[in-house]
């Protein structure tokens, strides 16, 4: 199979909705789309298996894979969106302008409740994800291959799409683990639309779960750089394995430092480069990098992946940026960054790329005020050559900027980070030498980029922020810092106060959604709220 970026947007775009995500997760079809016309042949399985990945970039209309009773914008449904709101909003990365229905209020002031429509929402695409990877395992077995006249390399073709499943649902299932902690759990033995309710497993359980999924993949994705773009490899499994490690003691109670070390060197070594302009990370052809910094990415495309969310919301949100500059039909005004944040960069630092113009860099109003703290052009929606991609949508609204979920940078910050913290197997030189290599290309203009580099762990939490801003990361390292609650560190609006104050330390989790609490009697709520 060529799974080029050219044929996952293809495939994207011709895909129907064959499943729903009801609020009780006992996911079943609502409309006359089956099993069996879905699965007659080897082509309704490759657009199955481009369906999975589809529930990453694009979105349904609420009551179909997100239930309208948690939100009716099919816009702000997004998993990318979603994903962002609870892990860079709510931190010193970003302020939120608008206060209408349709927007995530008390995220940035940590004021959510198991109510709040924006965490609801990445809960339920995450089941909806991985209600589809749970369906077509249960479809591509080799009694219904057989049963449909499937064999040779069709069905060999179709089992290797299992691989992509269970990556997916590995990654869904973290996602959940990270921001919600214990959640209910099913897998491919859970028969959809049999009334039985998923269980609810503990962190420590879901983790180890994660960890043997993962690890069988190992032997079974394909070797790393070696995948058509846009489809997880070894590489893939191989970060997730890292980041899981070095969150280990969150999750767990337990620190597996020496872990993290081994799968970031496994991802390090194998053939990834770093992307000599950092500037050209985050623009419309930068499905280019994905044999170099990129380890997996999701795909967009103006024409074909339209969508009010992924990096169309990334591109079109930041605060004051004209369309001019931004490759759109203009601003949402609607994020903003906190100027604690800010003051992490320095004036040699280019990695923030701060928009400044008409606005104010301390963020003294929160909401109603798009001025109010510099926003980034960081997402923008024009190639290296300045020019909008040959798939740019006509009209401006929609982006084709991808989104890396895992690039060689993280590894690098990986690596350094679990040997200062005691792992084993690490190098301090190496890990020094790969936060240089950071700085170097963060400050090029900086002739002792070098110097600037402390292998402590301040500054390397400082340099996540720096290199990794707005990728979906920030919370979850504040939360391993011991930083996200506490009065330790504090920044604009956190905790609803102008100037930051520590929270009740139930808010390094995110409560299960109150919808799902009272329709399954397995799950309890997360201790607080």
Known sequence: MQFTKRFLIISLSALVLF?????????????????????????GYKQAMAKMYAG?????????????????????????????????????????????????????????????????????????NVTLSNNFLQESTDDKLSSRGIAGA????????????KFLRAYNYWVLLDNFGSVPFSDESLKIGSGVLPKQKSKVE?????????????????????????????????????????????????AKYTEA?????????????????????????????GKTEFIWAIAFNGTNTQA???????????????????????SWNCMRITEQFVDKFGALDIRGQFWTTGQTKNMDVLLGLATSGYSSTKFTNKTRSGALPVTADAAGNHTDVDFPV???????LTYAEAVVRGGSGGS???????????????????????????????????????????????RTDLIRYNLFTTGTYLWSWKGNVRNGTAVDPKFNIYPIPAIDLSTNPNIKQNAGY
């Open 206 to 254: 879901l983790f180890s779960f994660l960890e043997s999924e993962l690890k069988a993949l190992e032997a079974t994705l394909p070797a790393p750089r070696s995948s058509d773009y846009g489809r997880a490899d070894k590489g893939a499994a191989w970060a997730l394995l890292a980041r899981m490690y070095l969150n280990a003691q969150v999750y767990t109670g337990t």
């Open 261 to 289: 070390i081994t799968y970031s060197s496994k991802v390090i070594n194998a053939g990834y480069s770093l992307h000599p302009n950092f500037k050209e990370l985050m623009l419309a052809d930068n499905h280019d990098l």
């Open 154 to 165: 069709d069905a060999d073709l179709v089992r290797s799409y299992r691989e992509d499943a």
């Open 428 to 474: 301090s030189a190496i890990a020094t030498s790969y936060l240089q290599a950071l700085a170097r290309r963060g400050r090029p203009a900086d002739a002792n980029a070098n110097a600037f580099v402390e292998l402590t762990l301040p500054y390397i939490l400082d340099e996540r922020g720096r290199e990794l801003f707005w990728e979906c990361q920030r």
């Open 308 to 330: 009010w969310s992924g990096t169309t919301f990334l591109v079109h949100g930041p605060a004051g940026v004209p369309g001019s500059v931004s490759g759109t039909n203009g």
């Open 406 to 412: 895992f690039r060689l940078a993280e590894m690098y």
């Open 56 to 128: 990453l970039a694009v979105t349904g209309s609420p009551g179909r894979d997100i239930p309208s009773e948690i939100v009716s914008d099919e816009g702000s449904t997004g998993f990318l969106r979603q994903l962002w709101y609870l892990q860079c909003l709510s931190t010193d990365e970003a302020g939120w302008t608008y206060s209408n229905n349709t927007d995530p209020l008390g995220i940035h002031q940590m004021t959510w409740s198991a109510s709040n429509q924006a965490v609801a929402g990445l809960y339920y695409r995450c089941f909806y």
């Open 19 to 43: 499943q729903s995500c009801k609020k009780d997760l006992d996911l079943v079809p609502t409309n006359d789309i089956t099993g069996e016309s879905v699965f007659k042949n080897a082509a």
